[in-house]
């Protein structure tokens, strides 16, 4: 165990809130600069999750920042207690590290933001991975000082997926950082700080898409109403033409694409103003019409296009489009007969299961097979008819195999809804798994899926 002194800690309560700023690197080499964020994150991660109220890390690091700006002191703790304040703490949590010898050596100082007085400091050395020892400790001794009760110590994590999420912390660009949290899940697929990092850039992301649609659904009439006013300037027609394609495109509001392209097409724009946005226009409603899952229209207005724009700017793109869904009519016969034969083998499997006094026991198996194999020939009608069948025999058993199966009929039934174009449908009831069983649509891999829907 690591040697720790922290009895004074139970002497009063930690007043809330409390920010957690950035570790120093006492070590002038740079190879551990990561642990900075990284230290500073996990230990507010642990600490929200004994209740207690924490400031973000954004937030301390912009403060910190504006005072690096403005402030000229050069004392350490004067400084977070400024930024405390900024940030309305109430308690801080100042750590440094430093290693030598193979070993790294953490120090934590608690700090009361109104007086400014360090109240306590804790010291541990050991070897990297025990900062999470450390960290354990820390965050128990202070949820006892606030009368909450932490979690059980977190169990041994690599330093190698610690290091790829610490390094996550830093960079601005989404898409970037998503991949190092993948990367840092890849190494380590159970490291919870990664798992709750990915879980709220997800809830970020898709906050920000639906504010950004909410927004350019206030001016989709304003743009339409200038395409079909023939007395507005030309160039400004074509511009706000394209500004609504791209934007419903680029907002998944496929029905609304499909209207507005039809509208631009027949809103008889001049031929000089025209150049490519006929051709635009009839793009848009070929994809519109491909993910309203329209398959026959789409094919139709897909070989029109192909036909009327051969070097065309979305020429490749609409080709793509139309060979996918001749490729999913194409195999769908193929798929049918797989399905159906694997039924038959189900039933054969359920027969000698009876003879041989088995088949109670495998009720479960045997009920969910037909579902999951719906699932897999991809036959929206089977998979609600059949996923439906298998949640009205075991939506309320309690076992474990159960729930996870009644999970993923759920999702499944939902799939087969979006797969005949019936997306509120289909979202409505993936928004009531995700609220009777939080993380199901992970769990399911339905999330994925959902990001093709049209969103209106």
């Known amino acids: 165990m690591l040697p720790l002194t922290l009895a004074a800690l139970a002497v009063a309560l930690v007043p809330e809130p409390i920010a957690v700023a950035p570790w120093r690197n006492l070590n002038a080499a740079p190879e551990l600069d ?54 309305g703490a109430k308690s801080l949590v100042l750590g440094s590290f430093q290693a030598a010898g ?48 932490a979690a059980p110590p977190a169990r041994k994590r690599g330093a190698a997926a610690y290091q790829r999420f610490a390094a996550s912390l830093a960079e601005p ?17 159970s490291f919870s700080y990664a798992l709750a990092a990915l879980d709220e850039l997800e809830a970020r992301l898709r906050m920000g898409r639906a504010q950004s649609a909410a927004a350019f659904a206030a001016r989709e009439v304003e743009l339409l109403a200038i395409v079909e006013d023939a007395k507005a300037d030309a160039s400004r027609r074509r511009a706000a033409a394209t500004a609504l394609l791209q934007g419903l495109e680029g907002a998944r509001r496929f029905h609304a694409l499909l209207t507005a392209a039809e509208r631009v097409l027949a809103a008889q724009l001049p031929r000089d103003v025209l ?51 001749v490729e999913e009519r194409r195999s769908e016969g193929e798929r049918r007969r797989d399905f159906d034969e694997e039924l038959r083998e189900l039933a054969a499997d359920r027969a000698e299961a009876e003879r041989e006094g088995r088949a109670a026991e495998q009720r479960l198996s045997f009920d969910f097979k037909p579902c999951i194999a719906a699932k897999w020939s991809r036959l929206p009608d089977e998979m609600t ?15 474990k195999d159960a729930r996870e199966h009644v999970r993923s009929a759920r999702a499944y039934v939902a799939w087969g809804h979006a797969l005949r174009g019936r997306f509120a449908e289909a979202r409505r009831l993936a928004d009531e798994l995700e609220r009777d069983d939080p993380g199901s649509l992970d769990e399911s891999g339905l999330r994925s899926v959902m990001a093709a829907w049209s969103t209106d």
């Open 34 to 87: 990561w642990l900075s964020q990284g230290a500073a994150e996990t230990m507010a991660a642990d600490l929200r999750g004994t209740g207690m109220r924490v400031v973000e890390r954004a937030a301390i690091a912009q403060a910190l920042a504006e005072l690096e700006r403005k402030v000229t002191a050069d004392d350490e703790v004067a400084r977070a207690v400024l930024a405390g304040r900024l940030v």
């Open 275 to 325: 150049l490519d946005l006929d051709e635009q226009a009839a793009a848009a409603r070929v994809i519109a019409l491909a993910r309203l899952l329209r398959v026959d229209e789409a094919l139709q207005a897909g070989e029109r296009h192909l036909a009327a724009f051969p070097t065309g700017a979305r020429r490749a793109e609409v080709e793509r489009v139309v060979r996918a869904l």
């Open 173 to 189: 660009d989404d898409a970037k950082r998503r991949a190092m949290l993948e990367d840092a899940l890849r190494v380590d697929p």
């Open 102 to 149: 193979g070993e790294l050596r953490l120090v934590a100082r608690f700090v009361d933001v109104e007086t400014g007085v360090v109240a306590e400091t804790a010291k541990a050395t050991g070897p990297l991975d025990t900062v999470f020892a450390l960290q354990d400790r820390i965050v128990g001794a202070l949820a006892a000082r606030a009368g909450r009760k």
């Open 385 to 399: 008819a059949r996923c439906t069948s298998f949640l009205a025999a075991h939506r309320n058993d309690l076992g």
